[in-house]
């Protein structure tokens, strides 16, 4: 038995049988275009929302670093204002401790010149004390010696 599908029988089945494959190449043609296509558009659709996915991220990115930035701004100018508090405190602790030391060094020579002055008061009220008595001893010496020189 003769397979008529693999061998045409004449001209005309010969061209239908031409025209029909040449039909489904074209349409198949036409369905790997449009698979193609499709692809392309899911590949644009893909490469455009990674775009918009990276430039939305690369946006937050930004306003991350922008916000981390003047946080930390804000932290440098605290600290330096805490700086700043904190030598004027102690520069005022200081003068104050310098004030005090001043003042008692003042107190102490003040003291120093007094206990002088009084030093050398009793010193000179003992010194007189001790002349007087020196000359009440003599006084008495010799009113005793006029005594016994009278006895």
């Known amino acids: 038995m003769i397979d008529t599908r693999k061998t ?34 899911g590949t644009e659709a893909a490469v455009q929302k990674a775009r918009v996915e990276t430039y939305d991220e690369i946006v937050q990115l930004k306003a991350t670093a922008g916000a981390l930035r003047d946080e930390l701004e804000r932290m ?18 200081i003068k104050q401790l310098k004030e005090m030391a001043a003042a008692l060094r003042d107190r102490l020579e003040q003291q120093i010149i007094i206990n002088q002055e009084e030093r050398q008061a009793l010193t000179l009220q003992s010194h007189n004390s001790l002349n007087h008595l020196k000359e009440t001893i003599r006084v008495l010496r010799a009113t005793l010696e006029k005594y016994e020189a009278k006895n």
């Open 8 to 41: 045409p029988q004449n001209k005309t089945e010969s061209l239908y049988l031409a025209e029909t494959e040449n039909r489904h190449l074209k349409e198949t043609v036409s369905i790997l275009r449009d698979r193609m296509e499709n692809m392309r558009i």
């Open 76 to 93: 440098r100018f605290e600290n330096n204002e805490n700086v700043q508090k904190a030598v004027v405190s102690a520069n005022e602790e």
